[in-house]
Each structure stands twice: as structure tokens, then as C-alpha cells.
């Protein structure tokens, strides 16, 4: 960057990493912030602007790093992986965020598509919807443009993680995006104009529908996506048109249940794209099976005995050994705190878990269950027995059959347990 003179970070011959930006240079510091922003400080960072005092106060934090306005991740070897900017990056009402990059790239090597443009834009209800603006390619398979536009965003999807897939999608007017000198799409002109033109489109109104079935799987789909019931056909798709997020997967199936009287197969439900299948899936789904069953040895005093020895005896000296040395700060917020207390973190590695049971006090910890990953941690009956007589770990489905470990979280936390959960795992 100009303003770092213009070197931050940088591969070496001798060490040339794949998909990094290398490490800092000698002499240039530089942490990634809460928002996942690079910042730097050293001595080849300018001061200021000239005669701008007010960008020079927003381009730098109160303790005088610089912003760069791009974000990375930094791994332990110190090496920076670039993601995107902040400006650009969408934040869904889920609170989870969307890097326009791995979108783009998903759906850019889509055939029938020369390029594109990922926005989060809002739609009538405010929502922030991920947008697709694309360039269509010429094809010579005789689809029409929308079609082929259509076709490529699905096969995106496909390979998009559920919170990153497009629900909305623009196509883009003109012969060429507007372009940089250096070939980048200029992104806010591509959203002033789409804002200022767009037509919301909205899939036709249709009568009230002569489907009872139909009619009642309008009302309920409506209800978790703030989309009006009549604009939902057999033919909808539940990312691009109805523009169902991770929180509404959840809710469905409960509400299947409740209104329809049927219980759903929830892994099934997941692989699910259109009403139609839905409303098929409906038809043929029998009673509920049988809940899932959670061990509760774990919650048992002998256990809990066993457990506060072993973390104090062995657990914790190792994590100490094998882990930099950390810093435990606000912990006199949760010394008044009402429990049980649903415990939210974010995750970078296993040794996480550790770290905020051995930093919590001890009178949460006592009584702490941990919601960990039922396809990794119990995918053999030793790992699930250790993990669960070290950290009171119990098994959470990540997919599918989410409900079920839902419900034992409520039961859990009616026993006065408190729980930690990572709701952006892997």
C-alpha cells in the first residue's frame, strides 16, 4: 500500500507459500482486528494525509495502527492470507459473514457466465441479501440468457457453503462491467446502479392456490423467509427464491410439524432445492423416529469428580505447555452472571475448548456442557469417552438432525447446566 511506502508483507525465494501473502517484513508490525482487518504500525507508515486531517483520523486505530482496510487470516507461522476488503465483505441478519471473493470465484467458473459481481443487498423487508450481478457469456447451447444465468447460479450453490449461497440474481445491462485502469470491476458503481434501477423481481403473483397442501406450505415458508406466501410456486427454489438462511433450516421443520402434523426426515430436508420436492418430501414422510438418545454419565458425580481432577492434574498443565501464553480480560463480567448461561465463542483450533474452560470461573465450569461436533468427536466410542469425561462434551448434529440437539441443549440448561457452543464450528 502507498501509505505503508508500499511493502507489508511479501514471499521470499526461500519460502514461497501458496495462496499467502508471506510475512510482515522486517521492522513492519501488523495484527488482524476483531472485524478481521489488517493492521499495521512501523516506520514506514505515513502519518497522515496532507491537509486532511479528518481521513488521516479515520485511516488509524485510537492506539495509532494503521487500517488497511483488507481483511486476512494469520496463521501460526505469521503468514497473511488475504480475503477481501472490509468494505465489500456482507454481514447476513444471521450475523454471518460473506467474503464477495468466494462467491464470485464459485460462480465465475460456472459455464454461460463472463463475469460477475457478489453484493449484499438489501430487500424489501431490509434484509441483506446475497446478490449475484452477472455478465452472461455467449453460449452455443440455444438456452436463453436468463436460463443459462439461472442454471450456473444453482450449480454455485452447489458448491457454496448454506450461508454463502446467492438468493438474488442481477444481470448486469451492459457490454462490460465498469472497470479500473488495472481491469478491477469498480463495485460501487455496480451497486449505485443496480440500486438505482433494479426491479425488485419478484416471481408473479399467483391466486390464492386451489392445493390445500400447497396453500398451507405457502403460509409456512412465509413465515420463516419475510416473503409473501403468494409469490411461492412448486417451482421455487429455497436460495434464490424464498432465500432460506441457516436460522429458517432450523425453524422448518418445527413448524412442519406443528402445522402439518408430519415429521420430517431433517437430513434429507437439507439436500432438498425446490417447494415441489419439498411438497413430495411431505407426502411421503411417515411418523417421527425415535429420538436421538444423549449419555448422561458425563452429568454423574462421580464423573464430575474424576473430570475436575483430571482438567486440574493433567488437562490444563499440558495446554499450558503446548500454547502461547494468554491473557484473560473482562472475567469480572461473569462473576455476578445468572446461571445457566448459554456461553457463544467463536473457533480457530481444538485447543480453544481448553482455553475458555480453563480461563471461565470456576463456578461456571463446574457445571459446563460442551456442544461438540457429533461427526468428528464421537465418530468412535474412545474419543467421544474421552472428550466426555475430560470436557462433558455431548454429541451436536452440525447437519441434518439439528433439532434433537436443540432440545437436549434446553434440557441441559432446565438442569442448571450451562453450555458452550461454536455456532461457526468448521
Not at 464470485?104 to 457466465?113: H, P, S, V, Y
Amino acid at each position: 500500500m502507498t501509505e505503508c511506502s508500499p511493502i507489508i508483507a511479501g514471499n521470499t525465494l526461500a519460502e514461497r507459500v501458496p495462496r499467502s501473502v508471506g510475512r510482515p517484513v522486517p521492522g513492519v508490525e501488523v495484527r488482524i482486528s476483531e472485524e478481521e482487518e489488517i493492521q499495521v504500525r512501523g516506520a514506514n507508515v505515513t502519518s497522515g494525509y496532507w491537509k486532511n486531517s479528518e481521513a488521516s483520523e479515520a485511516s488509524f486505530t485510537e492506539d495509532g495502527w494503521y487500517r488497511t482496510g483488507d481483511l486476512a487470516d494469520l496463521d501460526f507461522a505469521g503468514r497473511l492470507y488475504l480475503k477481501g476488503r472490509l468494505k465489500d465483505m456482507i454481514v447476513l441478519p444471521s450475523g454471518l459473514n460473506v467474503y464477495p471473493e468466494d462467491v464470485e470465484g464459485a460462480l465465475a467458473a460456472q459455464q454461460g457466465i463472463a463475469d460477475c459481481v457478489v453484493l449484499g443487498l438489501n430487500d424489501d423487508s431490509g434484509n441483506v441479501r446475497v446478490t449475484a450481478v452477472v455478465l452472461p457469456a455467449e453460449t452455443d447451447d440455444g438456452a436463453g440468457v436468463e436460463d443459462r444465468v439461472d442454471m450456473a447460479v444453482r450449480g454455485a450453490n452447489e458448491d457454496l457453503a448454506p450461508h454463502q449461497r446467492i438468493s438474488r440474481i442481477e444481470i448486469w445491462p451492459h457490454e462490460d462491467f465498469p472497470r479500473t485502469n488495472l481491469r478491477k470491476i469498480k463495485r460501487h458503481e455496480v451497486r449505485a446502479e443496480i440500486e438505482k434501477t433494479r426491479n425488485d423481481g419478484e416471481p408473479p403473483v399467483i391466486g390464492a392456490s386451489a392445493d390445500e397442501e400447497l396453500a398451507r406450505l405457502q403460509r409456512i415458508l412465509a413465515g420463516v423467509s419475510n416473503i409473501e406466501a403468494a409469490t411461492t410456486t412448486r417451482e421455487s427454489d429455497r436460495n434464490l427464491d424464498i432465500g432460506l438462511d441457516s436460522l429458517a433450516r432450523v425453524e422448518l421443520p418445527l413448524l412442519l410439524e406443528e402445522e402439518i402434523g408430519v415429521s420430517v426426515d431433517e437430513a434429507r430436508l437439507a439436500e432438498l432445492h425446490t417447494v415441489a420436492q419439498l411438497q413430495d418430501l411431505l407426502q411421503h414422510s411417515e411418523a417421527a423416529p425415535a429420538p436421538s438418545t444423549f449419555s448422561k454419565w458425563p452429568l454423574q458425580p462421580i464423573a464430575r469428580v474424576a473430570r475436575l481432577a483430571l482438567q486440574r492434574s493433567l488437562l490444563f498443565p499440558v495446554h499450558g505447555f503446548i500454547t502461547t501464553r494468554f491473557e484473560v480480560t473482562g472475567k469480572e463480567n461473569l462473576q455476578d452472571m445468572e446461571l445457566p448461561a448459554l456461553i457463544i465463542a467463536n473457533h480457530a483450533s481444538h485447543v480453544d475448548t481448553v482455553s475458555i474452560v480453563r480461563a471461565l470461573p470456576s463456578r461456571i465450569r463446574r457445571r459446563l456442557a460442551l456442544a461438540a461436533a457429533s461427526d468428528y468427536f464421537f465418530s468412535s466410542k474412545a474419543l467421544g469417552f474421552i472428550t466426555g469425561l475430560s470436557l462433558n462434551t455431548f454429541p451436536f448434529s452440525r447437519e441434518g438432525a439439528v433439532r434433537s440437539s436443540l432440545e437436549y441443549v434446553g434440557e441441559l440448561m432446565d438442569d442448571g447446566w450451562s453450555v458452550l457452543i461454536y455456532p461457526e464450528g468448521t
